[in-house]
């Protein structure tokens, strides 16, 4: 085939192609610039929905709350309250337990002959008198309770074996011992 056309209509078909393509270029970018500002939009839209649903629900969670105010402070001075109950159960002497724990750290056939106790008595060092049958049981005696973590500090004060009080239990056995503080809790 001939190609009849002059190169000047040549070159000006070859400009037309190109600029039906950039128009169709600038067409699809316009659309896209369309469609992204219709997408923003819509999202702007549910954004303030969401933003005013939210005001709303804290609004209506503080007037719930105000509701609630007298409950809160209540539970804020019970909790007060309990505190200061704990602190005074805390500062207890359990002077039952202090006994029961003496008894089980005397071993069998020792007798203890009278304890005064009162909360001045535990760390300090104080005078026990006891009464046993034997030397031996005196000596078991003095191991037991520096075995016990309820003793420190047992050192034998006297033993002697003229007892007048019994004729079962003829030696008597003086104690000077420290009751630890955390025996009465």
Partial sequence: ???LLSEEAKKELRAARS????LNYMLVLG?????????????YVVLLGTKTDAEN???ASQAKSSAYASVEAQGASLRATLSSAKTILDQETLYTKVITNIAGAMPTGVILDSINLN???FGAPVTLQFYTKTT????TLKDSLAKSAMFSN????????ANSRSSDYPISVSLSLVINK????
């Fill in 1 to 3: 085939m001939i190609n």
């Fill in 19 to 22: 600029n039906v393509t950039l």
């Fill in 31 to 43: 659309l896209g610039v369309i469609f992204l500002g219709i997408i923003s939009a819509g999202v």
């Fill in 57 to 59: 629900l804290i609004s």
């Fill in 119 to 121: 909360p001045a008595l």
């Fill in 136 to 139: 031996q049981e005196a000596l």
């Fill in 154 to 161: 047992i050192n034998f004060l006297s033993l002697s074996n």
């Fill in 182 to 185: 955390g025996v009465a809790k």
